[in-house]
């Protein structure tokens, strides 16, 4: 089978997501928990007016997941540490020639809580992919890559986008190269191009983050274009790695996978929130953490004057799409944002 990754603006089969566990993204006290899971049901059901959502629930937080969550959501008891379905999840791909009953496959990754962090569990969420692929019936496609759904961002014709802080982590893949893991990149999810980006943003890059994902930093909405995080304040460290990394996508030069000579790509700024800090240091807030979805775009707001030119952007970017805004705050403070807490199925089960 000849595996290719879809875009995430092509049709969708559903969205899969996971409901705040007890622990790390639950938080410590009651008032904490009911944000949580406020904020992902908010999330889980302004997606189910779009398209069909499924949520992986621990045993623990039925009777909650049930309370917050719309009735036409379907609720899939397992056991969970967190919620963060765009990692623990597996990765969903397609063979474009194969029968329609056999063309969608899981990439199963290896997950060790981003890098075997101190602070992190994983002894059930590393087995949520496995089980997402039985339970769909989608082609099991085993892999020994430590990597995250967050880890990767791919246009659907052969480029994706990822960063040298996450797949070579030390933690991840000890002793792989670039090449190692460009190898199993096209093995797995069919691409061709590999744009190393050098990091992340620097709250992600802290005890608390993922070491670099770079779906908070830059996505490619259609082949050859690509939305990247605008920090534009100075006094923000991440005013130099924003530079940084547009510097490195203007200068990219790709055949867009037309076999033709190359053209560089097209990269559009999206502004950082106005709003530099919180209680605990120098804010990671992204308009590029969006999701996706049939006929929508899921996008985050944080009650911030970007808001709505972030918007505007994320809506040419995905022309026909209807834009909706939800305030992510609730979730960034818990490390993460939209399209970490989500993950597509494609169409075509």
Known sequence: ??????????????????????????????????????????????????????????????????????????????????AWMRDIGPTFVVDDDADPGARVGGVDWVFNGWGAQDWAT???????ASMIIERTGVFHIASSLVNEGGGIQVDGAGTVLVTETVQLDPGRNPGLSKSDVEAELARTIGVDRVIWLPRGLTRDSER????????IVAAMPTPGTVIVHEQRN????DHAVSQELR???ENTVIDHGTGRPGSSLDVISVPAPQVLTDDDGFVDYSYINHYVANG??????????????????????????????????????????????????????
Request: charged letters at 20%.
């Open 122 to 128: 994983w002894d059930n969420d590393q087995h949520i």
């Open 247 to 249: 510097t490195i996508l």
């Open 1 to 82: 089978m000849t595996w290719r990754m879809p875009a995430e603006h092509e049709p969708h089969e559903r969205t899969w997501m996971a409901f705040p566990a007890p622990g790390y993204s639950l938080g410590d006290s009651p008032a904490e928990h009911e944000e949580a899971r406020t904020t992902w049901a908010a999330v889980a059901n302004a997606i189910s007016e779009f398209e069909p959502v499924t949520v992986v629930v621990d045993p623990s937080q039925t009777e909650h997941a049930r309370r917050h969550l719309s009735s036409s959501i379907d609720i899939v008891a397992a056991p969970l540490d967190d």
């Open 234 to 237: 100075p006094d923000h460290p």
């Open 296 to 349: 929508v775009v899921i996008a985050c707001s944080f009650d911030d004057p970007s808001d709505a030119e972030a918007a505007e952007i994320l809506g040419s970017v995905y022309p026909g799409r209807e834009v909706v805004a939800i305030d992510a705050r609730a979730i960034f403070a818990r490390g993460g944002g939209i399209h970490c807490i989500t993950q597509n199925q494609p169409a075509g089960t």
């Open 208 to 215: 608390y983050g993922t070491r670099g994902h770079v779906d």
